[in-house]
């Protein structure tokens, strides 16, 4: 995983919006808006349709997680 998702999940409850209810309105898919709850990679073009409904941009719903050392890598964290 490297991107967190978090900010997006966090920016929902401002709003008082529902994941569902997000994916309607970007006209992504649930399976999408699944697979970003588990940190898994989704298309750009799925990250600008909810910038736009949300009206933010990718830093508001995103960060990028620095990349593991090689000590991690290999101890498995």
Do not use: W
């Not at 799925?46 to 050392?69: A, G, N, Q, S, Y």
Request: glycine content about 8%; aromatic content about 2%; overall charge negative.
């Amino acid at each position: 995983m490297d991107a967190n998702y978090n900010k997006l999940f966090k920016l929902l409850i401002d709003k008082n919006m529902k994941k569902g209810e997000l994916a309607a309105a970007a006209g992504v898919s649930g399976s999408s808006i699944a697979k970003i709850g588990r940190g898994e990679n989704v298309s750009v073009d799925i990250l600008i349709k909810i910038c736009r409904v949300l009206d933010c941009t990718m830093d508001d719903i995103m960060e990028i997680l620095p990349k593991p050392t090689e000590e991690e890598t290999t101890d498995g964290h």
